[in-house]
């Protein structure tokens, strides 16, 4: 069988770890995208992986870190056959119309979860194109649907990812007419740090979360659409 790659962006912990951890048992090699050298999680799956996983230091909000990234990529491997757009930030979910919004934290949300999913893509889309795959998976939320939007606040988070599903759609409509696809998943409501703490709250562990959106993204044969499949991490469709 032919080597199938994969890259994930924001692996360092969460449900981009968890992604990382079980591509490489599905048998990937698996370039690992991480911001943070502290973090130990990777360096200890490289001891299990050592010939299939690359850690690569990634800050999809920089210009400069995509091109390095892309550089390395390049030279290693023909082609990618999926690209796991992971990484996110939360940025103030308190604030309501009333208060005074910091514009330039909202800045640096869009700037990581819409424009650097897209830097990414840009970056990778060719190398995507030259897989028998073909498949980018953009890691969105339901915060992102405009149509079911419930929240009086958390600005910067739900915009970006509204953004980030428009720009998965027109990437989509170029690449589905050459056999490419974008499907955009909500992860579900996962016990992670984003918010700074782990989120009590949440309703599956980020190793549940991974285990489902490779299942449902690797395991059967998705349909090919016009827009890009938007579902939660079980299947079930989101409103746009
Ligand atoms: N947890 C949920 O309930 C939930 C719900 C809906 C959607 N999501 C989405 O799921 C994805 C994964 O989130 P998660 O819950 O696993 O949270 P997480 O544990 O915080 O993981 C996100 C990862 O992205 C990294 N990251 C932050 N800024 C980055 C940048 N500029 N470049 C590259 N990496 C960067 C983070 O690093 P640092 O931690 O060091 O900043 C972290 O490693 C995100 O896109 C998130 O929006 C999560």
């Known amino acids: 069988m032919m080597n199938q790659y994969a890259l994930v ?5 969460g449900v981009g770890f968890c992604l990382v951890a079980d591509l490489l048992e599905r048998g990937y090699f698996v370039f690992a995208g991480r911001i943070n050298p502290e973090e130990k999680l990777l360096e200890q799956l490289k001891e299990k ?3 299939r996983l ?9 210009d400069d870190s995509v091109a390095e990234m892309k550089r390395i990529v390049s030279e290693k491997v ?21 208060d005074e919004l910091d514009f330039e934290e909202m800045q640096q949300v869009l700037n990581v979860n819409a424009l650097g999913t897209l830097r990414v893509t840009n970056a990778l889309a060719a190398l995507v194109m030259k897989s028998n795959q073909k498949l980018i998976v953009n890691i969105s939320s339901e915060a992102g649907s405009i149509g079911q939007c419930e929240r009086e606040g958390w600005f910067a988070y739900c915009m970006s990812k509204a953004a980030n599903n428009m720009q998965s759609a027109l990437v989509h409509n ?5 056999g490419g696809k974008v499907v955009i998943i909500h992860p579900g409501h996962v016990a992670t740090y984003m918010r700074g703490h782990l ?7 980020p190793e549940e979360s991974a285990a489902a959106i490779l299942k449902l993204v690797l395991d059967k044969e998705l349909p090919v659409t016009e827009k890009p499949l938007y579902l939660d991490y079980q299947g079930e469709p989101l409103v746009w």
Do not use: C, Q, V
């Open 9 to 13: 962006t924001g692996a360092d912990h």
């Open 49 to 51: 992986f050592p010939d």
């Open 54 to 62: 690359e850690i690569i230091l990634l800050d999809i909000g920089s």
């Open 78 to 98: 023909p082609y990618i056959n999926l690209l796991i757009n992971n990484a996110g930030i939360l940025g103030d979910i308190s604030k309501s119309i009333y």
């Open 174 to 178: 170029k690449i589905r007419k050459e």
């Open 199 to 205: 989120d009590r709250d949440a309703k599956i562990t």
